[in-house]
């Protein structure tokens, strides 16, 4: 007797989490728009439950961001590949369920990030000359690293090689007000 490929494929792909034990979960694929879905499903999957929904919703938001980033900056045209493709990036995610939250690494082989990218900064904006607001004005982007760091506590990157690593946690907790997140990442910086 068989089984449809989708049910097949759904018993192999998740594994309940053993009673007494916290979730967690690692991942490597390729920076495409596509995998980075199927990684996102199946953290809310594997996560689920684990802490209060808007918890997960903020992991979920926060890695979205970073790596679809990663999708769509970090292709390397200095490393073409055979045949002369660009270079994709490879990326590597581990998130786990501790005591304080739900603490999340990503490491990828593309660009640098921009060190801008990690300073402390508010919403983008452009004021209205005259008071009217123009949307064909407004940014289109730069919203990402500011949600990122009000989404996130203990932010870090560094560069080794040609490997970027960036981790962070999001509190289970009542989240951190955005003048804590500020303080707490100066600190670190400084």
Avoid: K
């Avoid at 045949?83 to 739900?102: K, W």
Wanted: aromatic share 6%; glycine share 8%.
């Amino acid at each position: 007797m068989s089984t449809p490929a989708a049910t097949r494929a759904g018993d192999r792909r998740l594994r309940p989490v053993p009673p007494g034990r916290r979730p967690m979960m690692h991942r490597i694929f390729r920076a495409d728009p596509m995998t980075v879905r199927e990684a996102l499903t199946f953290l809310r999957e594997r996560f689920d439950g684990s802490a209060a929904e808007d918890v997960i919703a903020r992991v979920e938001l926060a890695l979205a961001e970073v790596l679809n980033n990663i999708c769509e900056h970090g292709a390397r045209h200095d490393a073409l590949r055979l045949g002369g493709r660009t270079h994709t990036p490879l990326i590597h995610l581990c998130v786990a369920r501790h005591t304080g939250g739900i603490a999340c690494a990503i490491t990828d082989d593309g660009q640098p990030l921009p060190a801008s990218c990690l300073e402390t900064t508010g919403l983008p904006y452009l004021p209205p000359e005259d008071g009217a607001i123009d949307l064909g004005q407004l940014p289109e982007g730069g919203f990402g690293w500011f949600l990122i760091q009000d989404l996130t506590a203990s932010l870090s990157y560094f560069r080794e090689g040609r490997r970027n690593f960036l981790a962070f946690i999001v509190p289970v907790s009542e989240s951190l007000s955005y003048d804590q997140n500020r303080a707490e990442r100066n600190q670190s910086a400084g």
